[in-house]
């Protein structure tokens, strides 16, 4: 994946935090964007149970890992078996981070649609970037 490694950007290319993606996948995340969303998670507030749970959850499994000579990485088999990877992976990346998913569940998530596309283009990006119109 050095290709795709090096469209993060040569300051993040080899400091890395692999963690539990909110759909059954993991997430990689070059350090410096990490270290971004550990501040914004550190501004929820823990006396709310809510937050207390997402924190306890999304924090669970994060691991601090580097790639090697080889441009590899290692990941523990409690996150493997987690994402259900056992041996072809799909890698995605989107914005500043990589989705790593095991190859079947990645083809089944793409093979089925949305209820209703329209919709949900409507409520994601209706809402985006404070659009004036949206509801």
Not at 23 to 28: D, H, S, V
Not at 119 to 129: F, R, S, T
Request: with cysteine; proline share 4%.
């Amino acid at each position: 994946p050095s290709g795709l490694i090096a469209q993060l950007g040569e300051e993040t290319a080899h400091n890395f935090v692999i963690n539990r993606g909110f759909e059954q996948c993991l997430m990689l995340y070059p350090e410096p964007v990490w270290d971004r969303i550990t501040n914004e998670i550190n501004q929820l507030n823990l006396y709310n149970k809510k937050n207390r749970d997402f924190v306890r959850y999304f924090y669970r499994g994060a691991q601090k890992v580097a790639m090697d000579s080889a441009d590899r990485i290692l990941v523990s088999k409690r996150l493997l078996e987690y994402a259900g990877i056992d041996k072809e992976v799909i890698l995605s990346a989107y914005s500043d981070r990589i989705e790593i998913w095991a190859a079947g569940q990645y083809e089944q998530l793409l093979d089925e649609e949305p209820a209703d596309f329209s919709d949900l283009a409507e409520d994601v990006l209706g809402k985006a970037n404070g659009n004036p119109e949206a509801q």
